[in-house]
């Protein structure tokens, strides 16, 4: 059975850093993009960032670029986002999710995604 468990989440002032964590198990995800997703009450969940796991190759929304990166660290099937000059906006439940994608896609519609975590809440303060 695939678990995705995130943690990490919590309140931060408006410039300040959080990491998220995603601890993968039941299955080997070599094949896989993981992702970080993000949501607010009424929207969409809205793409983050990706790594495929094999290579660590990323992917960033443009609202993130500069400020989030995304890792994995395949001996402990864990994948990480590191949030830093965190802003308002970034206020959502995040969520890390696995899937496979092919390569010739990007890797930003939840729909593709068949494994979900339970989400981590992420507030920012003003």
């Known amino acids: 059975q695939v678990q995705l468990v995130e943690s990490g989440g919590g309140l931060v002032q408006t410039g300040g850093s959080l990491r998220l964590s995603c601890a993968a198990s039941g299955r080997t995800f070599s094949s896989y993009f993981m992702g970080w997703f993000r949501q607010t009450p009424g929207k969409e969940r809205d793409f983050v960032a990706a790594v495929t796991w094999r290579r660590g190759t990323t992917y960033y929304a443009d609202s993130v670029k500069g400020r989030f990166t995304i890792s994995r660290d395949n001996a402990k099937n864990t994948v990480y986002l590191q949030m830093n000059s965190l802003k308002p906006e970034d206020t959502a439940v995040y969520y890390c999710?696995?899937?496979?994608?092919?390569?010739?896609?990007?890797?930003?519609?939840?729909?593709?995604?068949?494994?979900w975590g339970q989400g981590t809440q992420v507030t920012v303060s003003s």
């Open positions: 999710a696995a899937g496979i994608i092919d390569l010739n896609s990007l890797p930003t519609r939840a729909r593709d995604y068949g494994y």
